[in-house]
């Protein structure tokens, strides 16, 4: 299977005040739960248009970072904003409007595929939540983007975790949100799913969303990246254009293996010997 090919992007230019805009950003955020602190003090942001990779050993704050984006978790300290209005002046419907979030770890319901779909327009329906035509041609556009128009009918039960996937992009897509969050979106996903997956991701990234995505496959995250974000121990080690992260020698520090390029261009890892 051919892979995709790589990209060399440049470092994000200086933000003036109209780009800072345009960009969700994490000034010194710090939040945690069971009373265990898991971000300390990170800044950092993820711009319109590009694809974010979150990268990082299991426990570094990834997962804890999407939540505090996705509004689910209360930042102890520090403050997210977006499009430069804080997250703690939106209204809960508002943020919905603006942000999608597909969890690691989900509930299997017993729904028919589309009715699970049609919650993506939930937050733009008004009193009564009713589905308007527009709303049913945005829902059946975003099935058909992802492959799931077939499901139509059958329930999400019913469907391997992959499908399911996919059923779950497509509910985000009926959302119409300009930030999509995905932890570790992945997973349950063969091989050629999974490039089909991020080749969407990347696609819906140039549509001036600004997707992050929390991806353990460091190869995935250096090929489709615009920007990758490698953290350790709730901080921020190093962020930039994915040659550049690599480059610096921080992956193999923080996960302390061996980084290496074949010929290709093509990024192998290996344990240390």
Partial sequence: MNRPELRSTPEPPETNEKETAAMIRFENLRAGYDRVERLHGLSSAALMGRLTALIGPNGCGKSTLLKCAAGLLKPDGG????????????????????????????????LPVEQLVAHGRYPHLKWGRRLSPDDRDII?????????????GRSVAALSGGERQRVYLAMMLAQQTPVMLLDEPTTYLDPGAQFRLMDMLRALSGENRAVIVVLHDLALALEY?????????GRLVRSGAPEAVYQSGDIARVFDIDVSRTPEGRYVFSGKK
């Fill in 225 to 233: 990246a615009d920007e990758v974000l490698l953290m350790q121990d």
């Fill in 140 to 152: 059946r556009q975003a099935m058909e983007r992802t492959d799931t128009l077939k499901y139509a």
């Fill in 79 to 110: 403050e997210i904003l977006l499009n430069g209005q804080p997250y703690a002046r939106m209204p809960r419907k508002e943020l919905a409007r603006q942000v999608a979030y597909m969890p690691q770890a989900r509930l299997t319901p017993e």
